[in-house]
């Protein structure tokens, strides 16, 4: 079966997945959607004892249905390799009665990696397919994680360049340190005087500016995002969840076609909407725990079925969940209107003008597979704590958040379903919130000494990511500009005069 895709807010008709992840947002400003779901029966025994790589293939297969064979298995095979620690790729792990989807075994350590791996090269091919000649020059601005997981995914892939500005002042020590380091001709990373906001905007307005895309164009370039709202982002992602129930299959955890409740540290809403469609597909699931820190946005949400995001931004130990416009919702207000695009476009415009929209009961039928919740720092710190104390086991802060609440959940529920939950991070990645949650001292100790604290005290190996910054990486990437000079530093790296 054919599956073209269309956007949440109606315009431009359809099309197909290559040109949708091409296009990475639609014209309109909606995301793309498959217009149908590919299949409803798929039987989870069948990818028992398949290998990542092969679970990839057969997923992405239902969903990307204008590539060929051929294509998919080349893309599969340059993303899930020996970048990854371990040829397994996602492995679960069980503690304290919770099953953990470890997804930070990738080259940037975060769960990013799963699909930032993938998407240069379904991007190459989909130029390819669609006889596009020019190369793509993808443009990001990061608080942190984003930006080396696509700085990693593109290093070295011919036909592209990459372009990523971070606010100099604004990201972990540990952030910059691992995006500064950055090898590959094709990569340019910039500090710059301002915050993540004036980052973001520079890149919209570089991005927008149609005498710069006539100048790309000459020189023979185009623009393109490696954004989580490409569904070239969201099906790879659709993958580990029907990999972790098999392995939950294979070891004996559950039976055939039992049902698994599914946890998610939530920030943008891609990782749980990708569960979410591993359940529209077949995967037994019984519900989706939406896990958020602070900025509850989603929690409050789901209990009163409106969305408000007039309130104070609150700075995290889980910085990646710090959102308080979770993009990717968009697509599952479009499922649940029914599959209107007026509807989805009316409240995302009075999400824009007011900050703040309302569903209707009907629509709210529609998210009875979700359950909401959420963790205080104080919480996710302790649950840190608790679980390294209880099972020796050591997580980071993001998964921590979702790990409080699944206890939480437990304690207020009887439901006995198997909890399958996404880890999101290397706890090597938030050192000092770690060690601060194990009690350990932390003053006068930068970030790459409490990470081999990290290692000394529990004995978990130091991922290779790490351990290539404390051998002291040289430093590639020294350009700093002000927000007004941006445009000018992408043409300079574009040698466009
Ligand atoms: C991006 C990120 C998240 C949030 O994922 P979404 O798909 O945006 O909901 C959670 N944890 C970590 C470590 C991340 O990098």
Known sequence: MEVLYRSTRGGGGEITASQAILRGIAPDGGLYVPCQIPVRDLDPRSFVGC??????????????????????????????????????????????????????HGPTIAFKDMALQLLPHLMTTAARKNGSSEEIVILTATSGDTGKAALEGFAGVPGTRIV???????????QELQMVTTEGDNTCVIGIDGNFDDAQNGVKKIFTDERVRERLRQAGFVFSSANSIN???????????VYGYASLLASGQIADGEKINIAVPTGNFG??????????????????????????????????????RNRPFILTSSPSMDILISSNLERLIYHISGEDPKVDSALMARLASEGRYEITDA???????????YADEQETLEEIRRVYDGAGYLMDTHTAVASAVCRKY?????????????????PYKFPRAVMTALGEE??????????????????????????KLLDGAPVRHERKCSAGEMEQAVLEFLSIR
């Open 363 to 373: 629509m709210r039928q529609g998210l009875q597979s979700f359950t909401g919740g």
């Open 231 to 241: 569904i070239g982002r969201l099906v790879p992602q659709i993958v580990y969840y």
């Open 51 to 104: 290998s990542y790589q092969e679970t990839a293939l057969r997923i992405l297969r239902l969903f990307l249905t204008d590539f060929t064979e051929e294509e998919l298995k080349t893309c599969v095979k340059n993303a899930y390799g020996a970048q990854f620690d371990t040829s397994v790729i996602a492995p679960v792990r069980e503690a304290m009665g919770v099953h953990y989807l470890e997804l930070y």
């Open 442 to 467: 932390t003053e006068g100790l930068d970030d790459l000494a409490l990470t081999r604290k990290m290692h000394e005290i529990s004995g978990t190996q130091i991922p290779a990511a790490v351990q």
């Open 164 to 174: 990523v500005f971070y606010p100099k002042d604004g990201v972990s020590p540990i």
């Open 271 to 308: 990782n749980i909407l990708a569960a979410w469609y591993a359940m529209q597909i077949g995967l037994p699931v019984g519900r989706l725990i939406c896990a958020s820190n602070e900025n509850k946005v989603l929690f409050d949400f789901f209990g009163s079925g409106v969305y408000d």
């Open 410 to 426: 437990r304690e207020q529920t009887s439901d006995p379903a198997k909890i399958l939950l996404a880890s999101t991070a290397s």
